[in-house]
């Protein structure tokens, strides 16, 4: 089955700067990539996903690339603010069956 | 987005009794529904997929006669915890997929504290 991986499991930024967050998946069938974000107690929100077709999105501050070949998917987002402080995680599936979650990236931004 | 709810957000039961959790989708009918158990500080860990008037298909590793799952209708998921024991305690959470295979997304229910005692 599909097993994701995410790194780094704790980020800590500046406000303004900039944070990445990579994942990578092993079932190269996967075609659909979402990133939530959670706080804490509460539902993950879906801030941003990418489906196979295509190798990048944004949307405002935050963006995500796809490379299909290597595996892997990462999210940027840009100008971090305090509120951006959460949990994201990745995910990955085969047309959103049996989605596989990665271990999380607990951000924390810096005022 | 779409609407999933999710009763009752928090629950405390003794043990060795049975504890169920509703998951609903309120402006969307979901042939698919996803329940996830969650630990403090860990990921959101697959339990089942839920179809809608079928039998759920369980990952591997999760009892399916200790989390029953019925998915009577298009908008309703029920997770029962059967003789439920401490190490059961957890973050319960549904998810719900929308729209055709070909392009959906899956939302969240706001997920429910157990608790056994």
């Known amino acids: 089955g599909e097993n994701v991986e995410q790194h780094p499991s704790t980020l800590s930024v500046q406000e303004g700067d900039s944070a990445v967050i990579k994942c990578t998946y092993s079932d190269s069938a996967s075609n659909y990539f979402p990133w939530y974000k959670q706080e804490l107690g509460k539902r993950p929100q879906l801030i941003i996903d990418i489906r196979s077709n295509v190798g990048e999105k944004k949307d405002q501050r935050i963006a995500v690339t796809l490379n299909k070949t290597a595996k892997h998917f990462s999210l940027h987002i840009t100008e971090t603010q305090p509120e951006d402080s959460a949990v994201y995680f990745c995910a990955a599936s085969i047309q959103n069956n049996d989605m596989r979650f990665g271990a999380g990236t607990r951000l924390t931004v810096k005022p | 987005g779409a609407v999933v709810s999710q009763h009752p957000s928090w629950v405390i039961c003794k043990s060795g009794t049975s504890v169920k959790i509703e998951c609903r989708s309120l402006d969307f009918q979901a042939t698919t529904m996803f329940w996830y158990r969650q630990f403090p500080k860990q990921s959101l860990m697959l339990m089942a997929t839920?179809?809608?008037?079928?039998?759920?298909?369980?990952e591997q590793g999760v009892e399916k006669d200790k989390f029953l799952i019925n998915h009577a209708s298009l908008t309703l998921s029920t997770l029962t915890v059967t003789s439920a024991h401490p190490e059961d305690s957890s973050f319960y959470i549904c998810?719900?997929?929308?729209?055709?295979?070909?392009?959906?997304?899956?939302?969240f229910g706001e997920g429910s504290w157990l608790t056994v005692v």
């Open positions: 839920s179809n809608e008037g079928s039998k759920a298909t369980y």
């Open positions: 998810s719900a997929r929308t729209g055709t295979i070909s392009g959906n997304t899956i939302y």
